[in-house]
């Protein structure tokens, strides 16, 4: 069993920056992705970024890009997500997810479908 915890989440200005972390429990494998959602309050969870475990590519909503960066550190067990330039349309719960399952098709990337495990999430709001 993989359990995810995510760490980082505040209240800031917008403008300002905040580092989300999202730490895995046991050992992970360089098959894995991992990615962040967000579910504004009233919205569906929304895609953030996704990154692999083996090479460290990465791909982002168009939303954030430009402002965000998924990282994994050398261990390939945690993942992290600067924010910068962040505005109010940025507050949400941010959650982690784990894939150890194949990517089969290009939405397993960037839909909650296509992820096995997840984090309880962490509250990022931006006020103007």
């Known amino acids: 069993q993989v359990q995810l915890a995510e760490s980082g989440g505040g209240l800031v200005q917008a403008g300002d920056s905040l580092r989300l972390s999202c730490a895995a429990s046991g050992r992970t494998d360089d098959s894995w992705r991992m990615a962040w959602f967000r579910r504004a309050p009233g919205k569906e969870r929304e895609f953030v970024a996704v990154v692999t475990l083996s090479r460290g590519i990465s791909y982002y909503a168009d939303s954030v890009k430009g402002r965000f960066t998924i990282s994994r550190d050398n261990a390939k067990t945690t993942v992290y997500l600067q924010m910068n330039s962040l505005i109010p349309e940025d507050t949400a719960v941010y959650s982690c997810?784990?894939?150890?399952?194949?990517?089969?098709?290009?939405?397993?990337?960037?839909?909650?479908?296509?992820?096995?495990?997840w984090g309880q999430g962490t509250q990022v709001t931006v006020s103007s």
């Open positions: 997810a784990a894939a150890v399952s194949p990517a089969r098709a290009t939405y397993a990337y960037t839909s909650p479908v296509g992820y096995d495990y």
